[in-house]
């Protein structure tokens, strides 16, 4: 089993920067694909970005060009830095790993207009 955490969202202005921060422990996330996805209220879960195991990225045509996500293997982390925010990028933001069909609990961003 895999226990996944993200942290580093928050209330932000418009136009700001957030970190997001998915630490796993119990297994590594250098074998398996991770991927951030969202969710407003009210609205369905939405893929953000993902990462491959060989770093190959993709992402959801809003955020590109703002978003990038990013592994640290030796931390056993992947980020999502977020960049020209916009109130629309509000959302609880959750990491799944792939290949174990884990989430975490998600973190709230808010983007005050």
């Known amino acids: 089993q895999v226990q996944l955490v993200e942290s580093g969202g928050g209330l932000v202005q418009a136009g700001g920067s957030l970190r997001l921060s998915c630490v796993a422990s119990g297994r590594s996330l250098s074998v398996t694909a991770v991927g951030w996805d969202r969710q407003a209220p009210g609205q369905q879960r939405e893929f953000v970005a993902g990462?491959?195991?060989?770093?190959?990225?993709n992402y959801a045509d809003f955020v590109k060009g703002r978003f990038t996500i990013s592994r640290d293997n030796a931390k056993n982390t992947v980020y999502l830095q977020m960049n020209s925010l916009r109130p629309e990028d509000t959302a609880v933001y959750y990491c799944?790993?792939?290949?174990?069909?884990?989430w975490g609990q998600g973190t709230q961003v808010t983007v005050s207009s």
């Open positions: 990462i491959s195991t060989s770093d190959l990225t």
């Open positions: 799944k790993a792939y290949l174990f069909s884990s």
